[in-house]
């Protein structure tokens, strides 16, 4: 649990012995590629954090699929407003490989406060940095040309070029596969 203990620390900026404290509340929990971790209008219950795999989070807009993120070793994977207002996911979680998690329950993650004293500051930092990285991806769309979002996003993850369907990749990065292939081409060049 080494690598995943220390995501979940750096991703809540808790000690070594304050991650003592807590460590059984998270669970172990496999997925076959092809499986979904969460699927659009369940109600999210659980929390997971990317030990080995790669997962695609999509939705649908208008009966297209588009792909939002995807959540490798150190990423977690969660809808964050339907986990705390206990809303449906608008989004879906699929394995694109197979997947290992650990997973922490909505009833867990609640009571990590009476374990760790200083929760309250940490939870706050943590929505903090799950915000900025939301803001930091919503100013390269409006910011960025296409082959500037691609080369930011191959200079950020180049493995899963090689591991995700490229329509995928494009659809995150807010293009066409044909504009992706062009930029592809140009730069091979």
Known sequence: MSDSKNHIIDAFGLTKSEFEEIKDFFKP???????????EGQYVK???????????????????????????????????S???????SKVNYQAITDVELLTISKEDYNRISTRVPRWNKLDKMFLAKCFSILESRIISHLALSAEERYNQFFNLSPHLFNEVPLNQIASMLGMSAETLSRIRNKQSK
């Open 46 to 80: 659980q929390m997971g954090f990317v030990k080995k795999g790669i997962l695609r989070e999509f939705l649908y807009v208008n009966d297209k699929e588009v792909t939002k993120w995807f959540s490798t070793s150190g990423y977690i994977a969660v809808d964050l």
């Open 82 to 88: 339907a986990f705390f207002f206990d809303q449906k």
């Open 29 to 39: 929990k496999e997925i076959k590629k092809g499986d979904y971790f969460l699927k």
